[in-house]
């Protein structure tokens, strides 16, 4: 379909996926990143767990968005010509690397690797969330990604 604006080639019904998806990884980071700073501050080891049992979800959830991402990455060249949707992939891939280390340290030391270790590594996922969301924002409102036209004539 030929359109003015690129398209979401993971779509359904026109929807895009990966805007849907990508509110798991965001909200169980920061939950993650919340449950460090009780860690942290109360010393209960129920923050330490909960905050493993989120970040494992949250990496999960990365991987299904990634892979909606990936699939609009792949299907329209206008998105791959972008320099923001560049710099939002690769500072995801970088995000979710850091998290999947976070949650290897977490899984094999537990509660040891929390502070500070941990709650660093969330705060730094929390900084580059904010950059790569910039850049999906970039993509949608200046560049008009997945925005809806009609197909021109």
């Known amino acids: 379909m030929d359109t003015r604006n690129p398209v979401s080639s993971a779509n359904a019904m026109g929807h895009p996926l990966h805007p849907i998806l990508i509110t798991l990884p965001i ?7 919340l449950f460090d700073l009780l860690f942290w501050q109360t010393a209960d080891e129920a923050f330490a767990k909960g905050a493993l049992w989120l970040l494992g979800a949250g990496l999960v959830g990365a991987a299904l968005a ?10 329209d060249a206008r998105i791959r010509a972008l320099g923001d949707a560049w710099q939002h992939a690769i500072g995801n891939v970088i995000l979710v690397l850091i998290q999947l280390f976070s949650f290897y340290q977490r899984y094999r030391y537990g ?9 660093s590594l969330s705060l730094l996922a929390i900084l580059i969330m904010l950059f790569t969301g910039w850049k999906g924002g970039e993509m949608v409102f200046r560049h008009r990604v997945a925005v809806y036209d009609e197909p021109r004539p």
């Not at 909200?27 to 990143?33: I, K």
């Not at 990634?66 to 299907?75: E, H, N, P, T, Y």
Request: hydrophobic share 65%.
């Open 27 to 33: 909200g169980l980071f920061v939950a993650t990143f």
């Open 66 to 75: 990634a892979v909606a991402g990936l699939i609009d990455f792949l299907g």
């Open 111 to 119: 509660s040891s690797a929390v502070v500070p270790l941990g709650l």
